[in-house]
């Protein structure tokens, strides 16, 4: 399941750094992704929306077995 995740992420992810950021994945368990924003994308007002409108709603499309996406610090 993270190898199917790292290729979703891997998809997104030059759309995000164009914008400045970039998404680490960090890990998979329970069905939760949890993710690192970093670069503009780090506390970022709109990382937020991005995070849950973007890239969750493209993991889940991919991978439904995946029930959400977490950010989580350094």
Same mark, same amino acid.
């Given at each position: 399941m993270?190898?199917?995740v790292q290729k979703v992420?891997?998809?997104i992810r030059p759309a995000?750094?164009?914008d400045?950021?970039?998404?680490e994945l960090?890990?998979?368990?329970?069905?939760?992704? /949890?993710l690192r924003l970093v670069g503009s994308?780090?506390?970022?007002?709109?990382?937020?929306?991005?995070l849950k409108a973007g890239i969750e709603r493209?993991?889940?499309?991919?991978?439904?077995?995946? /029930?959400g996406v977490e950010a989580v610090d350094a």
């Open positions: 993270r190898d199917q992420i891997d998809r995000v750094q164009m400045g950021g970039d998404i960090v890990d998979v368990a329970d069905g939760i992704v /949890k994308c780090h506390g970022c007002p709109s990382s937020m929306m991005t493209a993991i889940q499309a991919e991978v439904p077995e995946i /029930k």
